[in-house]
């Protein structure tokens, strides 16, 4: 019987949740796997985050589980780029397999860290880095592999997705919908990773290694967040057969290129993206072979990322010793880089606020007209008291400087009272 044993780097929410399941479930993991996991070691600096009954595991120093030889197994659970980047390179070096959960490390340095464990002849898993339970990291290295993958669209942070969904339940604002989801535990203190999109374009990069065998520059992904859409976007959006989501895109593209891009996007309410709501997180492929499938589950949270971290632990333990399983990620050397954001095209959801007065329309008009933007439909909703009125929009497809350019000037119109708003269409 192998003996996994193990270190534990990180004794925060996620951390504690491994090794309580390790402690409480060994033997219920023996007789599944016929291996034996042993936790050996937890390093944390807080000893205070310990709980007496790990007391007699507990290291002040990562160093004291990369150096023992007797650990097969890394489990780095501290997030950040550093030291954490410092610590996997090391267990690396120190012949050590590792499982980490830090998407924003991957999204800077994981081409790096994957071939140094490859160098090291070691494993490197991380599952509960994308979408917390969802098994989307296997399912495109492992199960997808015989497939060429066409599109990946996913919603990948749970905390703007419940606050987009609280929006629309109670017709309140974004403001209001934060103070509930931080008062629920689903939000930080500081949501700026999340409502900014700098979490699902983390979560993107580690996607488009995986389906398109091409590790972007993070600094190259186009990000935005939710931060501009108010509760009238989402309800003029729904009149118009829509729902509006924060959604991570990679897809491929002209010239051997590769869209990445995280931004909010309306999606038809028929959409099976649509129907995802609250924290749940989902991420829809289509391969050439499996064609389209979607992968669905609670995306943050201790137990479901727990549950990636340990399904990393058995991969492990299932093939140790195999010098022929190694981080089986394809490179496609066809791939010449990403697609610029300007040189999409899309159709938009546009939404102007302007005094009611003769021409205003026309002005708007005039202006998306002279830079190539079609206009599908348009509503001018009531006035009623408001010192100015909505006037929203649909668009044909449209390329992404040209209405880059059209929003700009139009912001400069005397009637335009607030800055605009536009909204990519997807499907």
């Not at 609280?166 to 309140?172: K, L």
């Not at 959604?247 to 002209?254: E, G, H, I, N, Q």
Request: aromatic share 6%; proline share 3%.
């Amino acid at each position: 019987m192998d003996v996994i044993r193990i270190g534990l780097i990180g004794f925060g929410t996620i951390g504690s949740a491994v090794a309580d399941y390790l402690l409480n479930n060994s033997s219920y993991l023996k007789k599944k796997t016929g291996a034996d996991f042993k936790l050996v070691k937890i390093a944390e600096k807080e000893r205070r985050k310990v709980s007496s009954r790990y007391k007699g595991l507990l290291v002040s120093r990562a160093e004291d589980i990369i150096d023992d030889p007797d650990i097969n197994v890394v489990i780095e659970l501290i997030g950040g780029i550093m030291p954490a980047k410092s610590y996997i390179l090391k267990s690396f070096a120190h012949k050590k397999h590792v499982i980490t959960a830090n998407k924003a490390l991957l999204a800077e340095f994981g081409s790096d860290l994957l071939c140094a464990s490859k160098d090291n002849n070691v494993t490197f898993r991380f599952e509960a880095a994308v979408c917390g339970g969802v098994p989307i990291i296997s399912g495109l290295s492992e199960s997808l592999v015989a497939n060429e993958i066409k599109s990946v669209l996913g919603i990948v942070n749970g905390t703007s997705n419940y606050i987009l969904t609280v929006m629309e339940r109670e017709g309140i604002s974004m403001r209001e919908a934060l103070k509930i989801a931080q008062k629920k535990g689903y939000a930080e203190r500081d949501p700026y990773l999340d409502l900014e999109g700098v979490d699902s374009a983390h979560k993107l990069a580690v996607l488009v290694n995986l389906a398109f065998g091409f590790y972007p520059k993070f600094s190259d992904i186009y990000y935005e967040g939710i931060t501009s859409i108010s509760n009238l976007d989402i309800k003029y959006a729904l009149e118009l057969g829509y729902r509006i989501k924060l959604l991570a895109v990679a897809k491929r593209s002209t010239g051997n290129s590769i869209e990445a891009r995280v931004h909010p996007t309306l999606l038809p309410l028929d959409h099976i993206l649509s129907s995802v709501r609250g924290v749940y997180n989902a991420v829809h492929i289509e391969g050439s072979l499996a064609g389209k499938l979607l992968f669905h589950g609670k995306g943050a949270g201790k137990n479901p990322t727990a549950s990636a971290v340990i399904a990393d632990l058995v991969n492990i333990a299932e093939h140790l010793g195999r010098k022929d399983y190694i981080n089986r990620i394809a490179r496609d050397s066809r791939i010449k880089g990403l697609r610029n954001i300007s040189e999409i095209s899309s159709r938009y959801y546009l939404r102007f606020m302007a005094v009611d007065r003769p021409g205003v329309l026309a002005n708007i008009s005039g202006i998306l007209g002279r830079h190539n933007i079609s206009i599908a439909s348009v509503t001018q909703k009531e006035k009623g008291r408001a010192r100015s009125v909505p006037i929203v929009m649909m668009t044909h497809e449209a390329n992404e400087m040209d209405m880059k350019k059209a929003m700009a000037k139009t912001q400069k119109l005397k009637a335009i009272t607030k800055k605009p708003i536009w909204i990519r269409v997807e499907g």
